[in-house]
């Protein structure tokens, strides 16, 4: 290791004074530039992408090729032949692959369903001992199609035809609809909020009951009796543990749990063919005969009630809309079929078990009696326990990924605050989103905490979702009609909105058990939801944008004005505005407010993600100066987004093309680029001005979406901001701001005076007490002292000039025109000296003018009113005596 030291100055060049002020600028710049090799500049690659975002676009490219390859090997002629290369090319294109992550991330609400439907609709009749043959037919007819009208004819055949670039969910479609109307805003924030808000139930409802079915087996039931919060512990253990491995992407968590969703719901189709063996009559009831006349029987002891309990087999219907973008349309067509027969075979398969059972006494008095377990050999129930433990969590991923997903789409639409997304997988649709991630952990955690169990909870499962599917038909019923289909738009309206809203009646029965939770939650995410849009819409009206003709002539004077010194040699704003030849009168207010910050160079920045991965682009406007540049990022969805990096590329790029000059730094810093000097980022905030014209609604909608934008975070985090020092303004928002009353002046009355003074205050005629104003000796006075002040300062630069110690140029004196070259000469070989020497004379001048002022004004107040004239030229003549 080498040690360098700064070489002491040469004795040798001590005779000549040059050589030695010659060799001190060169140790100075060699100190410098060993200074500067500590502080290294960040190299600027000639690469757009790194070596490994190079070998995933490799394994992408061989695998397409592959796909290609395979698809021309097994293509067949004809018409079938030309289907089937149309959807392997298209958006329903097929992969095994895909279709394993499917049944593991979209299949798992509507998976567990089985698990506690029969058995609620138990609890509801009364026991097994009030079933009989016309409710269990009645129960399957309507199961059966409840799932076939809701989830497969509405969801999978309707729904999913209707996507926004792949994705899909209540906001999706609410983005196709958008320019219809804007009362469409309403239904599609209801249903998201109601959405949001059973993502929260689902977990704690899923894995709770999963986790209590331990207590059907005869070993572990002695362990749960004793230790009541058992079950509770091992529940909040297993979803922490999910919240945890989200970060790790969809499509890694997918193809594990597909594979094992995939044994679940073989296992639920064996299952449920065991036991319709003993009875091939129960398909007696896919006629929906049984279902109807069940609904309106006096057995039906829940009445229109028992619709809630139906509604349960469907409940995971929307997450499977709202996941496709996750893993593509065409795998769910591909998947559905064998989750749809599977789930109808298990639900015949517990009926069929209740007809044989309904006279088993032994039966009857059993609490909390569950079908799907009775069902089984008791040698096969830990196996059972054990997968629907582990399909508790799959469900509960298939509603957390869908909530990712409407957040991302709720932040497009300007309905939640910008949130920092990550893309672990290499497709734009698995997402995860780190703030969504920690809300939805601690809000299953508090929902655990205060039902406790699963019982108690499912008494509010349910309720929010069926808002979510009234408000999904109404927009797929308006998108239908714009697309010309309009009977079909009536009919599918008049049937899915009948069969809907009698699922949300038979729910709003739960509200007293637990439902109100979930109507407050969502109720609370809809006052997000509502705010924020509304706050952005004032934000939005009062946004405006100047022209280049508006702008430049002040920029350009202002870059040329040498008399105000640099803020920065370059001045960053980041933008939201997607044009780019304008400019927002935010950043002119910026730069012109208070001071000016004058630069080198004005950059204003704005930031687009792209749909693919790796993609990393910029475009550059310059007005045709070479000081203001407007510049537009592109990235791909998988590029971190680092703007102090790719913004120092594209300052070097420019540099070197002429269009930045350079901006030479003489001494080292942190980014130490020759060529680019310091840079400075500035935010603005906007603020709401009291006296804005704005309604109280208004005014709330603003605070709290400024209230929740502090929560969330700032773009500082978000593109790396924070090792920068960014500037944080505050400017106002001009909102129609209205003028307050204009202030009424009072007289002050000295009334402490008055009380020293006693009787003879009393004397004192009335006017001269209360009137204060400036008499005409004071006002006098005051213009007197302002013209001593101007002719003691002619008077001390004369006195300078005569001398020979100040040029007269310097001081702006009256000149003659002949001597306009001789000046000018004479004010640029001005010493320093000179220049302390009239700035002290001057400054003490100007104290002995200041004491005048005040003792003249002093003399005005004492003297009396015949005496007032006098006054004034006393004071004048004051300066004359000096």
């Given at each position: 290791?080498t ?15 040059r050589?030695?002020a ?7 710049k ?16 000639h ?33 079938l ?33 089985p ?7 138990l ?5 097994l ?27 999978v ?47 704690a ?14 070993a ?9 919060n ?19 992407g969809?499509?890694?968590?997918g ?22 063996g ?21 057995h ?8 809630g ?11 499977l809309?709202?996941?496709?973008g ?9 998947t ?26 032994a039966l ?6 569950n079908?799907?377990f ?44 910008h ?14 989103i ?13 929902v655990l ?15 929010a ?5 009234l ?26 909105l ?6 949300f009646?038979?729910s ?11 109507m407050l939650l ?20 009062q ?5 280049p003709?508006?702008f ?9 004005d ?20 304008r400019?927002d009168?935010?950043i ?22 792209d749909?693919?991965?790796?993609t990393?682009?910029?475009?550059v406007?310059n ?13 791909g ?12 590329q ?21 980014d ?17 001005m ?9 005014a ?21 901001l ?18 307050p ?29 209360s ?28 006195q ?6 100040i040029?007269?140029v ?14 000018q000469?004479?004010e ?10 009239r700035?002290?004379?001057?400054s ?14 002093e ?8 005496a007032?004239a ?5 004071a ?7």
């Amino acid at each position: 290791m080498t040690k360098s030291r700064i070489a002491a100055p040469s004795t040798d060049g001590a005779k000549d004074p040059r050589n030695g002020a010659k060799d001190s600028e060169k140790g100075s710049k060699a100190a410098i530039l060993r200074a500067a090799s500590f502080t290294k500049a960040p190299k600027v690659s000639h690469k757009t992408t790194t070596r490994e975002e190079r070998e995933v676009i490799a394994q992408q490219q061989a695998q397409e090729v592959k796909e290609a390859e395979k698809l021309v090997a097994s293509a067949v002629r004809g018409p079938l032949g030309r289907w089937w290369a149309k959807v392997q090319t298209s958006s329903d294109r097929f992969t095994l692959g895909m279709a394993i992550v499917a049944l593991g991330v979209v299949y798992g609400d509507i998976g567990t369903s089985p698990l506690y439907t029969a058995q609620t609709f138990l609890a509801g009749q009364g026991g097994l001992q009030n079933i009989n043959s016309e409710a269990v037919y009645g129960m399957l007819s309507l199961l059966f199609w409840s799932i076939t009208l809701i989830t497969t004819v509405k969801y999978v055949f309707v729904a999913m035809r209707t996507d926004n670039k792949g994705e899909g969910g209540i906001f999706a479609l609410y983005s196709l609809l958008r320019r219809k109307g804007a009362w469409l805003a309403i239904p599609a924030m209801i249903g998201g909020a109601a959405f949001l808000a059973d993502s929260v139930l689902t977990p704690a409802v899923s894995i709770s009951s999963a986790v209590e079915g331990l207590r059907t087996i005869e070993a572990f039931r002695p362990v749960f009796l004793e230790n009541e919060n058992l079950a509770l512990m091992i529940t909040i253990i297993i979803i922490v543990l999910l919240f945890s491995v989200q970060q790790r992407g969809t499509e890694r968590i997918g193809k594990v749990f597909g594979i094992v969703v995939m044994i679940w719901f073989a296992f639920l189709a064996l299952v449920g063919i065991v036991n319709i063996g003993q009875d091939w009559t129960i398909f007696e009831a896919l006629n929906p005969i049984y279902g109807l006349k069940f609904l309106f029987s006096p057995h039906n002891v829940q009445g229109l009630a028992v619709m809630g309990v139906i509604f349960l087999s469907t409940t995971g219907a929307e997450a499977l809309y709202s996941d496709m973008g996750h893993v593509g349309r065409g795998n769910v067509y591909a998947t559905w079929p064998f989750i749809k027969v599977a789930l109808v075979l298990n639900y015949f398969g517990q009926g069929a078990w209740m007809l044989q059972h309904q006279n088993d006494k032994a039966l009857w008095s059993l609490e909390g009696l569950n079908p799907f377990f009775q069902m089984l050999e008791p040698n096969v129930r830990y196996v059972a326990v054990i997968l629907s433990v582990t399909a508790g969590i799959i469900a509960s991923q298939a509603l957390i990924t869908g909530a990712y997903t409407m957040v991302s789409e709720a932040t497009s639409l300007n309905w939640m605050p910008h949130l920092q997304v990550r893309y672990p997988a290499r497709t734009r649709g698995q997402l995860y989103i780190p703030v969504v991630n920690v809300v939805l952990c601690v809000a299953t955690l508090t929902v655990l905490a205060v039902f406790r169990d699963s019982e108690h909870i499912s008494g509010a499962y349910g309720l929010a979702l069926t808002l979510t599917m009234l408000a999904t038909t109404i927009l797929l019923t308006v998108h239908m009609w714009y697309q010309k289909k309009r009977l079909g738009a009536l009919i599918f309206a008049i049937v899915f909105l009948m069969i809907e809203f009698m699922f949300f009646v038979a729910s709003m029965a739960k509200f007293m058990h637990g439902g109100w939770f979930t109507m407050l939650l969502g109720f609370s995410i809809l006052t997000i939801m509502v705010t924020w849009k509304d706050g952005t819409k004032i934000e939005r009206s009062q946004r405006l944008h100047m022209k280049p003709k508006d702008f430049l002539p002040v920029l350009d004077k202002l870059h040329g004005d040498f008399r105000i010194p640099y803020f920065a040699d370059n001045i960053v704003y980041l933008t939201s505005d997607r044009e780019m030849k304008r400019l927002d009168t935010g950043i002119f207010f910026s730069i012109f407010a208070d001071h000016p910050k004058r630069a080198r160079a004005w950059w204003a920045v704005s930031v687009e993600t792209d749909d693919a991965p790796f993609t990393r682009e910029y475009c550059v406007e310059n007005f045709g100066t070479d000081y203001l540049f407007r510049v537009k990022i592109k990235l791909g969805f998988k590029v971190s987004p680092s703007i102090p990096a790719y913004l120092h590329q594209i300052m070097h790029d420019l540099s070197h093309t002429g269009e930045l000059p350079r901006q030479k730094s003489v001494y080292p810093k942190v980014d130490a680029d020759p060529d680019i000097g310091p840079i400075r980022y500035v935010l603005l905030h906007k603020a709401l001005m009291p006296e804005s014209n704005i309604s109280v609604r208004g005014a709330l909608s603003l605070k709290m979406k400024y209230a929740i934008r502090h929560i969330a975070g700032t773009p500082v985090k978000w593109f790396g901001l924070a090792p920068y020092n960014p500037i944080v303004e505050v400017q106002p928002l001009f909102v129609s701001t209205r003028r307050p009353p204009r202030l009424q002046r009072e007289e002050c009355s000295p009334r402490a005076v008055q009380s020293l003074q006693g009787a003879s205050a009393a004397e004192t005629p009335v006017d001269m007490v209360s009137d204060t104003r400036p008499t005409d000796a004071e006002q006098t006075a005051v213009m007197n002292a302002r013209d001593i002040a101007a002719a003691n300062v002619l008077l001390a630069d004369e006195q300078l000039v005569n001398t020979g110690k100040i040029n007269p140029v310097s001081l702006k004196l009256p000149a003659k025109a002949g001597d306009a070259q001789s000046s000018q000469s004479r004010e640029s070989s001005q010493s320093s000296q000179s220049r302390e020497l009239r700035e002290a004379e001057v400054s003490l001048d100007a104290a002995n003018v200041t004491h005048a002022v005040v003792q003249a004004v002093e003399d005005a107040e004492r003297a009396e009113e015949p005496a007032q004239a006098a006054g004034g030229d006393e004071a004048a003549g004051l300066g004359e005596t000096r």
